[in-house]
């Protein structure tokens, strides 16, 4: 981190200049990635003693830990304006006054183990006045561009040492003129009050356990009029109190809900107290895409590009073991191959775990890159189980199972009655197919190949690295199924795979965690929207998740091939092809997520949510919040391809969109 005298950053802050320093001393360190009209603070976060003092110091790290405010800095640094002091409380008290900031005893403890000089009692003093001095000319500026300012002073407390129940925060107001700032507090209170944590009993009080008396308070609220300070204590709760071990799930939920409450309030101020307009809240955080994201990035890309989770699973001799299998009578199951892996699983692991994702702040990014890496070391087990009894244990945790409610929606599906069809139906063979697409991708404004593949399960195909879309060279289409691959393979797949490669992060080219369900989702509501989805096709997906909950109950290849045939009256080909997705690699689980993706946006939309922003690549529905507000951010490029029947759909059809409904009420 940039090492800056006070006098350099009150410069900075004078000028406008967002910037992250430390003071050349250590004691304090700025963050200011925009100038925005609240601040976030952790005055008592440090547990630094400078090496003239830390030698006489008669508490261990761990004692004064149990007093200081272990982490509070930490988690705030997903927000834009953020001042953490990193010295320790024992050393100089931020919350005292200049005259009482350096004590011989605190709370009851004898500091030191001699009398300090008035020498080393100036140099404490003098860190005080320096981050007052910083602090006074940040609020300045925040002051003179926005009229008014909101500050959180946060801070933690031991429970331990409350001997009756006490709230898992507490605002303290001693400063606060009530009749004026009355209801700020009463919209932060009632935004903590919605934070749940694992394990933890919510809830927010007003002076309850502390009543905000400290000089950081006092001096703001004599300084300045129109700044508001909110003192907030939260239980520790986070860590043991008397180690300071940190408990990860309960910290990264807080991190989240901090800044989805902090910024949810000072909205409610801003709107009312500054001169800035706020519309959308996520105008309150920062639209720097920060380095260590673009870094972090780079090398996640880097390690995962030639992942082609698809091609490596997918057999090599699938039309040489069907004419094997149909030949046999259907008692010889398939003895497929694939091909040999290009690269090394468990070393990819081994870097995907290296990356340094605990550099980016933004506790919502971060998720989103955590989870991402978490799910490509999966990958790299299902890539090096393929073939073995591993591969569907495997398979189960990259991709799940069918829920019940996933079975339920197959079941209805499976009971509608079909459309009629017309017998004298076109047909088209592969080459014909490819001369389809070729004459109708230009609508979509970009270009695709086509070609021809005999080694696939799969009718129609995306190759994204290649921009290529693959038939299979035994299938037979009918006009109609031709425009549904048509707005599914080339109106999502490659869509999708193009505005990746227009945005500032890779990410969105590789995919998150869950994009193969949001995808196929998207892809078949596209289907739907465009006018081409059939009531048989949706069968054909219900089959999937039936054909899936087969292999997961124990069924060998022949026995699903049988009751997909048999049971379900599918076609021999229409049966071999749908085990095949299914006992691929040892057993992938997959297929069952066209159903539920389907679903899922359609009860997005059921409720009236925007999912254009799904589009921009390969994501995942369950992160379009924080998709969302990237984009609203400028972290992220709204999508530049749409298809146009998600502006203008096309569904008329009574019959489907009564059956469509359906899957959204079960």
Known sequence: MLELSPAEMIKRISKGT??????????????????????????????????????DCLLSDIE????????????????????????SRYEYDLNRSPDECVKETVFDRKIWDRKLSQTEINKSKHKHSQFYE?????????????????????????????????????????????????????????QLSKIRLPNITPGAAVDDVF?????????????FKRVLVLPTEIKKVYCDP?????????????????????????MFFCNKETNLIITKK?????????????????????????????????????????????KSGFKKAPNFRYRQLTINPFEIKGK??????????????????????????????????????????????????????????????????????????KKFDAEQAVDYFKQHINQFGFECKVAISNKMVARALVVPSQRKLLIRKSAIYTEKELQALLYHEIGVHMMTTMNAEKQPLKLFRSGLPNNTQTQEGLAIYCEYVSGNLTIDRLKELALRVIAVSLMIKGYDFKQIFSCLHEDYDLSLDKAFYLTTRVVRGGGLTK?????????????????????????????????????????????LLPPYYIPKHIENPDTNDVVLNYVTGGLIKT
């Open 18 to 55: 967002p910037f992250t320093a430390t003071t050349v001393s250590g004691s304090f360190s700025v963050y200011i990635q925009d100038y925005i009209p609240y601040v976030c603070t952790a005055i008592h976060n440090g547990n630094n003693l400078r090496d003239s003092l830390d030698k």
């Open 352 to 425: 995907l775990y290296q990356l340094p994702v605990h550099s980016i702040n933004d506790i919502n990014i971060y998720n989103l890159y955590k989870d991402s890496i978490k799910l490509f070391a999966l990958h790299c087990d299902l890539l090096s189980s393929i073939g073995s009894k591993k591969f569907f244990y495997h398979s189960l945790l990259c991709f799940g199972e069918p829920s019940e409610n996933d079975k339920s929606n197959a079941r209805f599906l499976l009971h509608c009655p079909s459309q009629p069809t017309q017998g004298d139906e």
């Open 242 to 266: 008397k180690t300071s071990t940190i408990y990860p799930l309960v910290f990264d939920r807080l991190k989240v809900s901090w800044k989805k409450s902090i910024v949810e309030n000072a």
């Open 591 to 635: 297929d069952y997520l066209y159903l539920r993706g389907l679903r899922e946006i359609l009860s997005k939309l059921n409720k009236s949510e925007d999912i254009k922003n799904l589009f921009i690549g390969k994501t995942d529905i369950g992160y379009l919040g924080i998709i969302n507000e990237m984009v609203e951010r400028e972290m």
């Open 134 to 190: 910083v602090l006074e000319a940040l609020l300045n500026k925040i002051v003179t561009i926005f009229d008014s300012c909101l500050v959180y002073d946060i801070h933690s407390y031991n429970p331990d040492k409350i001997n009756r129940e006490s709230p898992l925060f507490n605002i303290g107001t001693h400063w606060i003129d009530k009749s004026v700032n009355g209801k700020y507090v009463e919209h932060w209170k009632n």
């Open 282 to 326: 996520n105008q309150l955080l920062s639209f720097d895409l920060d380095k260590s994201i673009i870094k972090l990035d780079k090398a996640l890309y880097k390690i995962v590009r030639r992942f082609d989770l698809l091609s490596n699973i997918t057999p090599q001799n699938v039309e040489h073991e069907k004419q094997k299998y149909f």
């Open 64 to 87: 004064r830990r149990y007093e200081e405010d272990a982490f509070t800095g930490d988690m705030l640094l997903s927000l834009p304006m953020v001042i953490i002091c990193n010295d």
């Open 211 to 223: 009543f905000g008396k400290g000089y950081f308070a006092e001096f703001i609220s004599r300084k």
